[in-house]
């Protein structure tokens, strides 16, 4: 090869080692886990703020045009103070003139307004909702709609934890909130009613046009859920907020235009009276309690909580199977609250949580291991179970830490044996870890009761007290030379 040829393929193989990324440099190029310090230690995350509302399907219970076209007339300011009415037509099958629900949660373009509409002629008691469904349940921090119209002199937000089956109320707004609502205007938030709904008429503190004359359309309702809420400084240790902010669905309720105490004059003033808002948002975050990043679209389509910490729910509301040793918590900014796997030595699947062993162990476990196998037992498998011994030789946490006992049926007083030892509880007389043979002295019966018995003590003789043994002693029963192993089938059968 020529020398120019072998230093081209030389500094193409070293520029491939060069550009050629590393696994460690991989590895440490991808992102690290929000929910987790960098030495690994869990900590508090939570998922970016959204618009819970874009794109979201809203249901509302008025729409222009649906039936039939239908006239509408909007007030207009020319130069010099003058007013005047331009009416158009509301048609849901022309794709220019209608106005369906879907307009206030598409992309907001502030210079090409897309507009929710009503029907006309909406008056006082007879009100329009708008109801929208989050998916799933969201910490809200605000909601707030944007008019195409004059903003309503009365309205209302709601909002509901359980997808929908009841509501309950979130802010009032109104000019006149006691005959309205039935409440005081602007009553005072205190930590007692913090989570309760109060009215106000601060929406309309910058519609009041001069010389009594109409307010021009457009204007923004925004409604902060923690703003003047004595515990929301505290929000982490504030149980009543935290449900106070938690939604599935918002509804807004519209009650009343600006300016319905007046009469209407001609009939044609009907055509103006109606709502229109042009954009919908419900800022905040998806519920994860401190124990999720993100939320992500699980195997049904539903949106849940991409769970850590060893938790588990559609809001990492509790701890994951085996996870029980101690009760599931919220996550703060102080402490992640992981939940921790109970203690069961590998010989057990299940647990479950008793909060008296957790009071007592000064609150650090209160796990109890279920169905413990491999011969163990106890609260966390860390034992042996009746008629079994702890093999030492072996960690506990092996599929055979524990032998059996093996107590001989009639030797042995009972099948527990020692947990250490392996010693079986023998009978009197009998000896050997598995009370299995007679101890010295004594010899073996006919008797599973007591199977030895002591050998009978030798009497004193004298000469003349010698006799002589019978000459079949030997076919007599008796217990052999030495050590007698227990056998229940071997009894002397000669009648004495």
């Known amino acids: 090869m020529p020398v120019d040829g072998a230093v081209a393929v030389l500094l193409g193989v070293l520029l491939a080692a060069l550009c050629r990324p590393s696994v460690e440099a991989l590895a ?14 869990a900590r508090r995350c939570i998922p970016d703020f959204v618009n819970a509302a874009f794109g979201r399907e809203v ?30 037509v509301c048609d849901a099958s022309d794709t220019k003139r209608r106005h369906p629900a879907s307009h206030l949660t598409d992309l907001h373009n502030p210079h090409n307004l897309t507009c929710w509409q009503s029907e006309s002629g909406v008056r006082y008691p ?29 309205m209302a937000v709601f909002k509901s934890m359980d997808y929908g089956k009841t509501w309950v109320p979130f802010q009032y707004y109104s000019s006149q909130c006691r005959k309205v609502y039935n409440k005081p205007n602007r009553a005072a938030i205190t930590k007692q009613n913090e989570q309760e709904a109060v009215c106000t008429d601060a929406h309309q503190q910058h519609q009041q046009p001069p010389h009594h004359q109409p307010p021009v359309s457009g204007g923004l309702v925004a409604f902060s859920t923690l703003d003047g ?17 938690t939604a599935t669905d918002i509804r807004i309720t519209f009650s009343r235009l600006y300016g319905e105490e007046r009469k209407a004059e001609t009939e044609d003033e009907d055509d103006s009276h109606f709502y229109a808002v ?13 124990h999720a990043s993100r939320c992500v679209r699980d195997r049904t389509g539903e949106l849940v909580c991409e769970c850590k910490h060893n938790t588990a729910g559609p809001e990492c509301d509790r701890c994951k199977p085996f996870h029980y040793d101690r009760p599931w918590q919220r996550a703060t900014a102080r402490e992640a609250n992981e939940c921790v796997a109970c203690n069961c030595n590998l010989h057990a699947r299940r647990c479950r949580f008793n909060m008296e062993l957790y009071k007592l162990s000064g609150r650090k476990s209160g796990g109890v291991c279920l169905n413990c196998r491999h011969n163990t037992a106890g609260r966390h498998c860390h034992y042996c179970k009746e008629g079994y011994y702890r093999d030492l030789s072996k960690a506990i946490t092996h599929r055979k830490a524990c032998k059996a006992c093996d107590c001989h049926p009639v030797g042995a007083a009972g099948k527990t044996c020692n947990q250490t030892t392996g010693q079986c509880p023998c009978k009197d007389g009998v000896t050997g870890i598995t009370c299995n043979r007679c101890a010295k002295g004594y010899q073996q019966s006919r008797s599973p009761i007591a199977p030895c018995i002591k050998l009978p ?19 007599y029963c008796k217990a052999s030379k030495g050590k007698l192993k227990i056998n229940m089938k071997k009894y002397c059968k000669k009648d004495y």
């Open 28 to 41: 440490s190029s991808s992102p690290p886990d929000p929910c987790y310090e960098e030495n690994g230690q």
């Open 59 to 88: 249901r509302a219970s008025s729409t222009c045009g649906q039936r039939s076209p239908s006239r509408y007339c909007l007030g207009t300011e020319r130069g010099g103070g003058e007013r005047s009415r331009e009416c158009r």
């Open 126 to 154: 007879q009100n329009v909702t708008l109801t929208l469904s989050l998916g799933k349940k969201f910490e809200v921090t605000y909601v707030s709609a944007q008019f195409c119209s004059i903003r309503p002199d009365s």
């Open 229 to 245: 809420r004595p515990s929301a400084h505290d929000f982490d240790n504030s149980p009543v907020l935290q449900d106070w902010v």
């Open 278 to 290: 042009s954009d919908l948002q419900v800022g905040g975050r998806c519920k994860c309690n401190g």
């Open 457 to 475: 003590s030798a009497p004193l003789t004298t000469t003349a007290s010698v006799t002589e043994q019978p000459a079949d002693c030997d076919s």
